[in-house]
Nanobody
Framework: QVQPVESGGGLVQAGGSLRLSCALS????????MGWFRQAPGKEREFVTA????????LYGDSVKGRFTISRDNAKNTVFLQMNSLKPEDTAVYYC?????????????????WGQGTQVTVSS
């Protein structure tokens, strides 16, 4: 069973930073592409970012470009989401996701396995 497990959510003031972590239950992180989605109350789930397992190619949603950075530590089987210059509209449940493939629908990455989510709240 492939299971992403998130950690690192919390409350932060606008303009601040937060780092999320996601560990994968399976070894060989380079086999999987990993990414993050988010869902705010009353809104559809939104693609945030993804990183391809084979070569580290990254993809970002328009709303987070220049502020968020995805990275990975293969030795720790973990990916990170560094979130800077946070805004109240970044408030959402953030979900880590994984896939054996790098499949895109337009400019959005498609995931197959999902974590339970971690709450990020940005106060104004």
């Amino acid at each position: 069973q492939v299971q992403p497990v998130e950690s690192g959510g919390g409350l932060v003031q606008a303009g601040g930073s937060l780092r999320l972590s996601c560990a994968l239950s399976r070894p060989f992180l380079t086999t999987y592409s990993m990414g993050w989605f988010r869902q705010a109350p009353g809104k559809e789930r939104e693609f945030v970012t993804a990183i391809r397992g084979s070569d580290g190619t990254t993809l970002y949603g328009d709303s987070v470009k220049g502020r968020f950075t995805i990275s990975r530590d293969n030795a720790k089987n973990t990916v990170f989401l560094q979130m800077n210059s946070l805004k109240p509209e970044d408030t959402a449940v953030y979900y880590c996701a994984a896939s054996r493939y790098w499949s895109l629908s337009g400019s959005k990455w498609i995931a197959d396995y999902w974590g339970q989510g971690t709450q990020v709240t940005v106060s104004s």
